[in-house]
């Protein structure tokens, strides 16, 4: 800012600095108004739930996760049973976080396991001709 020699030039300066500060001061209630909107309960769980919906590496790590923490579960399950050997109990906590953690780190070569057992069990079975 230049130096200031006379009075109007004070009174002009002032001015443009009262306007400045205006502005910057609408600025702020509009952004204020803008963060207390984003704020509430409801536009942060609106917000969240759209980014969940519309982000489908989100969902596909959720899916895997889930399948990987049943598929877990239920090994143990069926190695276990209701045995009540700590042996029998420890081996199975280890294979289920082992299941757990395979299934859902490789969700893409389990699905396509899935899919090829699945066409094996219910797929047409060709008939042999008797032509040979």
Known sequence: MEKINSFLE????????????AEKAQLLKQQFYITYESLKPMNL???????????????????GTTVGLASGYLSKKIVVGTSSNII??????????????LVAQHPEGIKT??????????????VPSEES
């Open 88 to 101: 029998k109990k420890l081996f199975g906590s280890l294979l289920e976080y082992g299941v757990t953690n």
């Open 45 to 63: 769980i609106r917000n969240t739930l759209k980014e969940v919906f519309l982000s489908p590496n989100l969902i596909d790590n959720f899916v």
């Open 10 to 21: 004070l009174r002009y300066a002032i001015q443009i600095l009262e306007i400045e500060q």
């Open 113 to 126: 396991m899935g899919q090829l057992i699945f066409k094996r069990i219910f797929g047409k079975k060709e």
